[in-house]
C-alpha cells in the first residue's frame, strides 16, 4: 500500500487527478468541485448572520470560526469560513434568499469563487483580442535619462537615432518572447520630477509611431498619467494606456478609452512618485489597495468600460516600503477576486536589492525569484526588463507545475 499527499488548488487539477484514477467524466464533473479547498475572512457582520452562516456550513459537513462572545452576544464579529468549493457553492444557494447583507455575502462570494477559479482571460485593447492562458512577458522601453535602473534609451541614444535604437531593442525583445511592450518618457522613480508635456510627447510620438508600424501585432502601452500624452500616442497606435494613477490624475483618458477601445491598467499609488516614500503607512497594506481597486474599477463600470480592456497592477515600490512589497507580491491571490489580469513590475526593484544586497545593475536574479513567486500568487503579467531571461524562467516553472 502506497498513501500519497496531493495538494490540489484548481478544479483543472482536481479533474486531472480524478481522470488519471480512471474516474468517469460524469464523476470528475461531480467530485472536482468537492476536491477543491477554499477559506474567506468575512468582516463586520452581526452575530446572528455569522452564526446562521455556521449553521448552515455544519448542514454542508464543514464549518466557520468565530468569536465566542458571537455565539452568544448581539455583536459586530469577524468570522473565517472553509470548506471544499462545492460546498461555498451550496452555502451561496442557500444565503441568496436570506434577508441583509446574507443576501450581498451570497452574491459577493459566489462572484469571488467564479474569479478564484478562473484560468484563463480575454484582454481587448484596441483592434486585439488576446487570450491570456499563461503568464505574459511585457519589456520596458524607457525614454529617460533618469530611469532608477539605468537603462533609458534617451541617454544612450548620442550618435545613432532614438528610434533606431528602440526598434532594435523591441526587436531583441520580441525575439525572446515578450508578447507586450511598455514605453514611458518620464520617470516616476522615488522623487523623480515630472516632465513638461510638450517634451514627453516630443520623445514618445516618434518612437511609437515607428514602433507601430514596424510591429503590427506585438501589444504596445504607453507609460503616462497625462491627458494630452495619452492623446498623442493614441493617436500614433497604442493599444493600452498603463496609467501610474488609475485614471486620478486625469479622468479625461476614460474618453480616450472609450474611444479607441483601448485597453487600461490602473496601478495602486500612495502619494504621488515625488512624495511615495516618505514614510508610507498601511494597517493592512493588500487590503487597502483591494479597496482602492474596487473605487477604480467601479468607475470604469460607471462608464461602460469592457471589463475585458482592464488590468490591475497593485504598485510594487510604488508609496510601499520593502515589507510592503513582500507582503503583496505572497497575497496576490487576493487580487484574483476582480477576476482581472494582474500586471506588475518588479524588475531591478529597491525591495530586491534591500533583501539581497545588491545593487540596481545586480538584481536580476533576485527579479527572476519576485517573478516566479508572483506568477505562483496569481500574476498574469510580468513587466521587466530582462525579457529572455525572466522568459525562460517562467517557462521552466510552468513546466514543473503542468507536469
Same mark, same amino acid.
Request: charged share 25%; hydrophobic share 40%.
Given at each position: 500500500?502506497?498513501?500519497?499527499?496531493?495538494?490540489?488548488?484548481?478544479?483543472?487539477?482536481?479533474?486531472?487527478?480524478?481522470?488519471?484514477?480512471?474516474?468517469?467524466?460524469?464523476?470528475?464533473?461531480?467530485?472536482?468541485?468537492?476536491?477543491?479547498?477554499?477559506?474567506?475572512?468575512?468582516?463586520?457582520?452581526?452575530?446572528?448572520?455569522?452564526?446562521?452562516?455556521?449553521?448552515?456550513?455544519?448542514?454542508?459537513?464543514?464549518?466557520?470560526?468565530?468569536?465566542?462572545?458571537?455565539?452568544?452576544?448581539?455583536?459586530?464579529?469577524?468570522?473565517?469560513?472553509?470548506?471544499?468549493?462545492?460546498?461555498?457553492?451550496?452555502?451561496?444557494?442557500?444565503?441568496?434568499?436570506?434577508?441583509?447583507?446574507?443576501?450581498? *455575502?451570497?452574491?459577493?462570494?459566489?462572484?469571488?469563487?467564479?474569479? !478564484?477559479?478562473?484560468?484563463?482571460?480575454?484582454?481587448?485593447?484596441?483592434?486585439? &483580442?488576446?487570450?491570456?492562458?499563461?503568464?505574459?512577458?511585457?519589456?520596458?522601453?524607457?525614454?529617460?535619462?533618469?530611469?532608477?535602473?539605468?537603462?533609458?534609451? %534617451?541617454?544612450?541614444?548620442?550618435?545613432?537615432?532614438?528610434?533606431? %535604437?528602440? !526598434?532594435?531593442?523591441?526587436?531583441?525583445?520580441?525575439?525572446?518572447?515578450?508578447?507586450?511592450?511598455?514605453?514611458?518618457?518620464?520617470?516616476?522613480?522615488?522623487?523623480?520630477?515630472?516632465?513638461?508635456?510638450?517634451?514627453?510627447?516630443?520623445?514618445?510620438?516618434?518612437?511609437?509611431?515607428?514602433?507601430?508600424?514596424?510591429?503590427?501585432?506585438?501589444?504596445?502601452?504607453?507609460?503616462?498619467?497625462?491627458?494630452?500624452?495619452?492623446?498623442?500616442?493614441?493617436?500614433?497606435?497604442?493599444?493600452?494606456?498603463?496609467?501610474? &494613477?488609475?485614471?486620478?490624475?486625469?479622468?479625461?483618458?476614460?474618453?480616450?478609452?472609450?474611444?479607441?477601445?483601448?485597453?487600461?491598467?490602473?496601478?495602486?499609488?500612495?502619494?504621488?512618485?515625488?512624495?511615495?516614500?516618505?514614510?508610507?503607512?498601511?494597517?493592512?497594506?493588500?487590503?487597502?489597495?483591494?479597496?482602492?481597486?474596487?473605487?477604480?474599477?467601479?468607475?470604469?463600470?460607471?462608464?461602460?468600460?469592457?471589463?475585458?480592456?482592464?488590468?490591475?497592477?497593485?504598485?510594487?515600490?510604488?508609496?510601499?516600503?520593502?515589507?510592503?512589497? !513582500?507582503?503583496?507580491?505572497?497575497?496576490?491571490?487576493?487580487?484574483?477576486?476582480?477576476?482581472?489580469?494582474?500586471?506588475?513590475?518588479?524588475?531591478?526593484?529597491?525591495?530586491?536589492?534591500?533583501?539581497?544586497?545588491?545593487?540596481?545593475?545586480?538584481?536580476?536574479?533576485?527579479?527572476?525569484?519576485?517573478?516566479?513567486?508572483?506568477?505562483?500568487?496569481?500574476?498574469?503579467?510580468?513587466?521587466?526588463?530582462?525579457?529572455?531571461?525572466?522568459?525562460?524562467?517562467?517557462?521552466?516553472?510552468?513546466? *514543473?507545475?503542468?507536469?
Amino acid at each position: 500500500m502506497i498513501i500519497t499527499p496531493l495538494i490540489i488548488e484548481n478544479k483543472k487539477t482536481a479533474k486531472d487527478l480524478l481522470s488519471s484514477v480512471g474516474v468517469s467524466q460524469e464523476g470528475i464533473d461531480i467530485l472536482s468541485p468537492k476536491c477543491v479547498y477554499c477559506a474567506f475572512k468575512i468582516e463586520g457582520i452581526k452575530s446572528w448572520e455569522a452564526n446562521i452562516i455556521k449553521q448552515h456550513l455544519l448542514s454542508l459537513g464543514s464549518d466557520s470560526a468565530i468569536e465566542r462572545r458571537a455565539l452568544v452576544k448581539s455583536i459586530k464579529t469577524d468570522t473565517i469560513i472553509f470548506g471544499s468549493l462545492a460546498q461555498l457553492q451550496k452555502l451561496c444557494e442557500k444565503l441568496k434568499n436570506q434577508p441583509f447583507t446574507l443576501k450581498e *455575502i451570497s452574491q459577493s462570494l459566489s462572484l469571488y469563487l467564479d474569479n !478564484l477559479a478562473k484560468q484563463e482571460f480575454i484582454l481587448k485593447a484596441r483592434n486585439k &483580442t488576446i487570450k491570456i492562458k499563461k503568464p505574459i512577458i511585457c519589456g520596458i522601453i524607457n525614454l529617460t535619462t533618469d530611469s532608477f535602473s539605468g537603462d533609458g534609451l %534617451l541617454a544612450r541614444a548620442r550618435g545613432c537615432k532614438l528610434q533606431d %535604437l528602440v !526598434l532594435r531593442k523591441i526587436e531583441e525583445m520580441a525575439a525572446d518572447g515578450a508578447a507586450m511592450i511598455d514605453i514611458g518618457a518620464e520617470s516616476s522613480r522615488p522623487y523623480s520630477k515630472p516632465i513638461m508635456e510638450k517634451e514627453e510627447i516630443a520623445r514618445l510620438t516618434p518612437v511609437i509611431r515607428a514602433a507601430r508600424k514596424r510591429f503590427k501585432e506585438i501589444l504596445i502601452s504607453v507609460d503616462t498619467y497625462k491627458l494630452n500624452v495619452a492623446r498623442a500616442a493614441a493617436g500614433e497606435g497604442v493599444d493600452i494606456i498603463n496609467d501610474i &494613477t488609475a485614471l486620478r490624475k486625469s479622468p479625461g483618458i476614460i474618453n480616450l478609452i472609450k474611444k479607441h477601445k483601448l485597453g487600461v491598467i490602473l496601478m495602486h499609488m500612495k502619494k504621488s512618485p515625488q512624495t511615495m516614500q516618505v514614510n508610507p503607512k498601511y494597517k493592512k497594506v493588500t487590503e487597502e489597495i483591494v479597496d482602492f481597486f474596487k473605487e477604480r474599477i467601479s468607475v470604469l463600470n460607471k462608464e461602460k468600460i469592457n471589463p475585458q480592456q482592464i488590468l490591475i497592477d497593485p504598485g510594487i515600490g510604488f508609496g510601499k516600503i520593502a515589507k510592503d512589497n !513582500l507582503k503583496i507580491i505572497n497575497e496576490l491571490y487576493k487580487f484574483k477576486i476582480f477576476g482581472l489580469p494582474i500586471f506588475i513590475g518588479l524588475s531591478r526593484k529597491s525591495f530586491i536589492g534591500k533583501i539581497i544586497d545588491k545593487d540596481v545593475s545586480d538584481r536580476l536574479y533576485g527579479t527572476i525569484a519576485s517573478g516566479v513567486v508572483a506568477v505562483l500568487r496569481g500574476a498574469n503579467i510580468l513587466r521587466v526588463h530582462d525579457v529572455k531571461e525572466n522568459k525562460q524562467a517562467l517557462d521552466l516553472a510552468a513546466s *514543473i507545475i503542468n507536469n
